[in-house]
């Protein structure tokens, strides 16, 4: 059986691999790169303020939508 989420949450700030590194690589597994990831965390880092101020640009009410009929 092969796993396929419907979601993924991520943190950025984890030990090994941040969080967007780790959804760099999930986007390079054709069987899950279409799955959609959310960037969740308590981290206040600045480097992880400038890139969620990154992430917000590619948030859209398109995205909203699909999360909306998929949860």
Do not use: Y
Not at 5 to 28: C, H, N, S, W, Y
Not at 54 to 69: G, H, R, V
């Amino acid at each position: 059986m092969e796993f396929h989420p419907d979601l993924i949450l991520m943190d950025p700030v984890m030990l090994v691999t941040d969080g967007f590194k780790a959804t760099e690589l999930i986007r390079q597994i054709p069987a899950i790169s279409d799955v959609i990831v959310i960037s969740v965390s308590a981290s206040v880092s600045e480097k992880v303020r400038k890139k969620r101020q990154f992430l917000k640009l590619l948030c859209s009410k398109k995205n909203f939508i699909i999360l909306q009929k998929n949860l």
